[in-house]
């Protein structure tokens, strides 16, 4: 059964740190783009961080310089490091594999920062 599963999430002070992960299984993960999309009340999703099967990255203007995004091949896992949050980064954060045609998306994850 495939599925993709986000974990991480929660409430940070601005300047914090959380680190998103995302649990893939029924597929063949390595062969996937992996990227996390985010949604905030009342705003159309977007991409935040996309890394490709040979890990070449790209990241919303916004967040260049404090989110790094990674994977692991070995553990069927994407990882998203935010540092330095700020109220404009609480959102739902989703986990997508893409290959081709074939779009997967995670349940979410809540990330609220506030003081």
């Known amino acids: 059964q495939l599925q993709l599963v986000e974990s991480g999430g929660g409430l940070v002070q601005p300047g914090g740190s959380l680190r998103l992960s995302c649990a893939a299984s029924g597929f063949t993960f390595s062969t996937y783009t992996m990227s996390w999309f985010r949604q905030a009340p009342g705003k159309e999703r977007e991409a935040v961080a996309i890394?490709?099967?040979?890990?070449?990255?790209n990241y919303l203007d916004s967040v260049k310089g404090r989110f790094t995004i990674s994977r692991d091949n070995t553990k069927n896992a994407v990882y998203l490091q935010m540092n330095n949050l700020s109220p404009a980064d609480t959102a739902v954060y989703y986990c997508?594999?893409?290959?081709?045609?074939?779009?997967?998306w995670g349940q979410g994850t809540q990330v609220t920062v506030s003081s």
């Open positions: 997508r594999g893409a290959r081709g045609s074939y779009k997967y």
């Open positions: 890394i490709s099967t040979t890990d070449e990255t």
